[in-house]
């Protein structure tokens, strides 16, 4: 775990540096400097674009980490790494032609319910591209096991172009539809910074000669797609459905809560980049011992670390919603939602890694599949019932559902599961941390309430984990950073 523990606080750190660019600019700036109309538009694009990304890299980005300790030759690898940078045009370039082609159709079925969607499509479009090339660029890396400037540019790096765009756009140095242009720019300009990272990490060769394993690639790389694309689906059809039920400027105020909640993403997505291509290592070699082992401690840690965060935003989200205006309080019961999502997502540990780099990823595709069904089928009925509420409480659904299944899976083909007892103990602490404090408050105003309510959490929380002795890897940071015994 030392090649993961040292990237993943790296990553981490990085990782929450843009996190909090993305609190100031999601939470401040958006609200203050843009109509919700046109953030809701932003949202909008954002999603679409995301769930566009993993069809347009053609699956390539996974592609890349699960076939490249296989190369064993220099030609071999050349013309595998060859084949991955051209593959993606296969899907982008028809799916371009047809956005040409068929625009009006596609222009008026997403228009039903807000007009103004319809004159950004080209720029859903180019940022969905620009997206998939960055994570093929990004893949790149990862397979040399550099990960730390790749997760710069993927969690801070066009977070600070936006915050740019609209402090410019609050002193009118730009019009809105400036920035939407530049938001477009920021994404692709990010793109080409990432190829030059990439290229020089390892600069391509170009070969073309046949690749023995051409026939697996192409088949991973299709069934990737829709695996890909399903998990992502999760994360951001709710923003895309909910265009088509309530006004526009209502998938701003659920962005917020979203975005809120999502915090508690970020140390999975930090250890997620290194567990990619150590676990396909693994799973390449055979290594079911080290394997086992990186699922129970990568689970472990990720849960002690997503649960701080958690209960940081569950038991300070009152106070944080009288700091924001006042239409997006709506969402308090939105930030629950997602936020429960999520912490089950990061105990999952690299349970995704494992089964998108093993033999079994078609099964990943079939209950994904089934899954997203279900998920659009959710949203389709609790929107217009409860709104906001109804598509965060349709996301959790297929969330709890699809990490059931996965885990459930993995015990069936692999015999491991991400869970201890250590699991257990964690667990209740969580709980009776909430249960402790969540009507609990200092008589101050809410900046300093968070902050000391904070700070109360975390020296308490640390405690406990530290005493209880749950994770031989968090001890140890502890012992290091804070020279305890």
Request: some cysteine.
């Amino acid at each position: 775990m030392g090649i993961v523990i040292n990237q993943s606080f790296k990553n981490t750190i990085t990782t929450y540096l843009g996190f909090g660019l993305g609190a100031i600019n999601t939470l401040f700036l958006y609200t203050e400097f843009m109509s919700d109309t046109y953030y809701g538009l932003v949202a909008y694009i954002l999603s679409t674009a995301n769930i566009m990304m993993p069809l347009m890299a053609f699956g390539v980005h996974n592609t890349i980490i699960k076939f490249y300790s296989t190369f064993k030759t220099k030609n071999s690898l050349n013309s595998f790494m060859t084949l991955m940078l051209f593959l993606p045009l296969a899907l982008t370039i028809p799916i371009g032609f047809i956005g040409y082609i068929g625009y009006e159709t596609i222009a008026g079925w997403l228009t039903q319910k807000n007009s103004i969607v319809g004159n950004y499509l080209w720029y859903i479009f180019i940022t969905a591209l620009a997206m998939a090339y960055f994570e093929v660029f990004f893949a790149w890396v990862k397979v040399q096991m550099k990960t730390v400037f790749g997760n710069f540019m993927k969690e801070v790096f066009h977070r600070v172009g936006v915050m740019i765009l609209l402090f410019a756009l609050y002193f009118s140095w730009i019009t809105v539809e400036q920035f939407l242009v530049g938001l477009v720019g920021v994404y692709v300009l990010r793109m080409f910074l990432m190829l030059i990272n990439a290229f020089y990490v390892r600069l391509p060769v170009f070969r073309f000669y046949r690749i023995d394993k051409i026939s697996s690639i192409l088949k991973y790389s299709s069934l990737i797609i829709i695996a890909g694309s399903i998990a992502t689906m999760i994360l951001d059809i709710d923003k895309f459905m909910l265009n088509n039920y309530i006004e526009i400027e209502k998938v701003a105020y659920y962005s917020v809560a979203v975005f809120i909640a999502m915090v508690i993403a970020v140390p999975q997505r930090a250890m997620h980049q290194i567990m990619m291509p150590l676990t396909a290592k693994f799973i390449n070699d055979n290594n079911r011992e080290e394997l086992h082992d990186l699922y129970e401690r990568s689970s472990l840690t990720l849960y002690i670390i997503s649960g701080f965060i958690f209960l940081l935003i569950v038991l300070n989200i009152n106070q944080l919603y009288h700091i924001i205006p006042e239409e997006f309080s709506g969402g308090i019961t939105v930030v629950f939602l997602i936020s429960i999502a999520k912490l089950y997502d990061n105990l999952l540990g690299n349970n995704n890694a494992i089964l998108f780099n093993s033999d079994y990823y078609r099964m990943v595709l079939v209950f994904g599949v089934v899954l997203a069904i279900s998920a659009v089928l959710l949203n389709m009925v609790l929107i217009p019932l409860y709104g906001i509420d109804g598509s965060a409480l349709a996301t959790l659904i297929a969330v709890l559902l699809y990490n059931t299944i996965k885990i459930f899976f993995v015990k069936a083909k692999f015999n491991m599961l991400p869970f201890t007892k250590q699991t257990f103990k964690i667990s209740i602490l969580l709980i009776l941390c909430v249960i402790a404090f969540y009507f609990w408050e200092f008589p101050f105003n809410a900046y300093l309430n968070i902050v000391l309510k904070s700070i109360v959490i975390g020296v308490v929380y640390a405690f406990f984990i530290f005493r209880l002795n749950v994770s031989d890897d968090i001890n140890e940071m502890f012992k290091k950073y804070f020279k305890l015994k």
